[in-house]
């Protein structure tokens, strides 16, 4: 790319620690430890934002109530 490299890879085989995993096989990144670096420095991550599409979710409609006497 001239500026950077840029890595092209097919993904062979992935090894998680079951303790990572609750009872339905779901992975629990926050118990990872996980690390980023920029600029110099390394930052711990691990708090969930959000949901995939959760800016574009419909809101749940929540029930109207009743008018009292009804």
Known sequence: MG???VF???IVAV?????LLDDKGKLHL??????GYTHG???KLGK????FG???AK???TPKKQPKGK
């Open 3 to 5: 500026s950077h490299d």
């Open 8 to 10: 092209v890879c097919d």
């Open 15 to 19: 090894n998680v620690d079951e303790k």
């Open 30 to 35: 926050e118990g990872c430890g996980l690390v």
């Open 41 to 43: 420095q390394y930052y």
């Open 48 to 51: 969930s934002l959000g949901a």
């Open 54 to 56: 959760f800016s574009h």
């Open 59 to 61: 809101k749940k409609k």
